[in-house]
Structures are given as C-alpha cells and as structure tokens.
C-alpha cells in the first residue's frame, strides 16, 4: 500500500506542472503589462 505522504507529494507536483498551462490562457486576455489579478481589458 501506497504512504499517503507520497499521494499528497504527486498531487503537489502535477498542480505544480498543470497550473501554468490552466493560467497562460487566463493571462493571455489582460492587457496590463504586469501578471496580476485583477485582470484589466477582458
């Protein structure tokens, strides 16, 4: 049986690897030069 400390550990990691490809599409819509919320233009 899998350690629930190496569960939590690939659950981290695979946000970690996803969560730039979930907020590129986000970002791509604001029309600041800066990376921050809120988002300005939509």
């Known amino acids: 049986m ?6 939590a550990y690939a659950i981290g990691y695979l ?3 996803y969560a730039p490809i979930v907020l ?3 970002f791509a ?3 600041s030069r800066i ?8």
């Open 2 to 7: 899998k350690s629930p400390g190496l569960r």
């Open 15 to 17: 946000i970690f690897l």
């Open 24 to 26: 590129l599409p986000i």
């Open 29 to 31: 819509f604001n029309d």
């Open 35 to 42: 990376i921050a919320f809120p988002l300005t233009g939509c």
